[in-house]
């Protein structure tokens, strides 16, 4: 046994020592320093030449020797120097030229490389959400600000309808604004879960009925509130078995469940019908939620985008009469809450429309 232990730890050492490593290329140039000054010693007492020439023959080798090795070394270094330089003022366009090299300064440059990429899409996501979020608060204050103009010019009465004009971009503001809370919460992580085992099918029964009321108590306004009004969309619930539990935080699982049915009623069509079904997942607890819709579907690529932040995605028009593209935050919402649970969300095969599969770990696995 002892013996299998030293060759792991030989092979091990040898693992560390690649054949283009810089420590390879040090003690190469100390094995090549010897031979040149051991070469010259032998060549200076078979040619009885006077030893001190032979000592400046041998500096001068080893000298351009190690120049040449140590340029090698260093250059690189200076590369990476005046990029991470350039990357801590701001410009994340640089990148480091050395990254095909076999050695520890080519993992480096790749290393460097791959934090330039990641912190340039991460300013750039920055942007996007800056204008993003701007366009999206812009909206509603500037229809707020024109109705408010013509009551107080006299161009209009401040009777019910204008009131409701004014109440519905007044809806889609705060809607904006909590979504933009929540999605801030969940990603400093100050949204802590709160998981215990319930019933789902009278949880789900609930989620639906409240969405149902919610479209009929909005069916008069007009739904840039960000959540849809309509109510020719039929909400069907399949849970099997019926005496069905999970283990999962009952509100974050209700922001999932809500903003999904929200997204497949907007692009549902006119009579349409929405399908939400829960299954028994592969552990203790575990739970698999479907929504399925009969809208046109999304194409398979875009499937990778449609949880990022104020994507709507190409349907440019959604279905039906009171029904809007919302905010294109919902389905980032609602795959946040998954994640914090550990679960997965995606789109998954449909013969017809869209069709979301949710997956909730139940008990954390020892």
């Known amino acids: 046994m002892s013996g299998a232990g030293d060759t792991r730890r030989s092979a091990g050492l040898w693992d560390d020592v690649r054949p283009f490593s810089i420590k390879t ?7 090549v320093s010897v031979f040149i000054t051991t070469g010259l010693l032998m060549i200076a007492v078979r040619t009885k030449t006077e ?17 040449f090795v140590a340029h090698s070394l260093t250059a690189p270094l200076d590369e990476m120097n005046t990029v991470a330089r350039s990357i801590s003022h701001g410009d994340y366009t640089r990148r480091v030229k050395g990254a095909d090299r076999r050695d520890e300064l080519g993992d480096l440059a790749q290393t460097i490389n791959r934090m330039a990429d990641d912190l340039e899409a991460q300013d750039r996501q920055r942007k996007e959400l800056v204008a993003n979020v701007s ?15 013509n ?30 809370l929540d999605l801030s919460r969940l990603d400093n992580g100050v949204v802590p879960l709160k998981k215990r085992r ?29 959540r849809h009004t309509r109510t020719d969309v039929h909400l069907h619930l399949d849970v099997t078995p019926p005496e069905l539990t999970a283990l999962a935080d009952p ?29 028994r997942g592969e552990r203790p607890d575990s ?3 479907e929504v399925l819709d009969e809208g046109p579907g999304i194409p398979r690529s875009e499937w990778h985008r449609v949880f990022e932040r104020f994507n709507r995605g190409s349907v440019g028009t959604p279905h039906g009469p009171g029904s809007d593209g919302g905010t294109g935050l919902g389905l980032a919402i609602a ?32």
Request: glycine residues 8%; hydrophobic residues 45%; aromatic residues 4%.
């Open 25 to 31: 290329k040090l003690g190469t140039l100390v094995v």
């Open 51 to 67: 030893l001190r020439f032979i000592t400046v023959f041998s500096i001068i080798a080893t000298l351009l020797i190690t120049q």
């Open 135 to 149: 366009h999206e608060l812009r909206t509603p204050i500037a229809g707020l600000r024109a109705v408010l103009e």
């Open 151 to 180: 009551v107080v010019d006299g161009v209009s009465a401040a009777d019910p309808e204008t009131m409701r004009t004014a109440l519905k971009q007044t809806e889609r503001l705060g809607r904006l604004v909590e979504t933009l």
């Open 198 to 226: 319930f019933e789902v099918w009278p949880y789900l029964s609930g989620v639906l009925k409240e969405a149902n009321m919610v479209a009929s108590a909005r069916g008069g306004i007009a739904s840039d509130s960000g």
């Open 251 to 279: 509100e974050r699982i209700h922001q999932v469940v809500a903003n999904l049915i929200d997204n497949a009623v907007k692009h549902s069509p006119p009579h349409g019908r929405v399908t939400v079904k829960a299954r």
């Open 287 to 289: 739970l698999e939620l």
């Open 335 to 366: 795959r946040w809450a998954v994640d914090l649970h550990g679960g997965r969300i995606g789109v998954a095969e449909s013969e017809r429309g869209c069709r979301i599969l949710i997956t909730l770990p139940g008990e954390s696995p020892l």
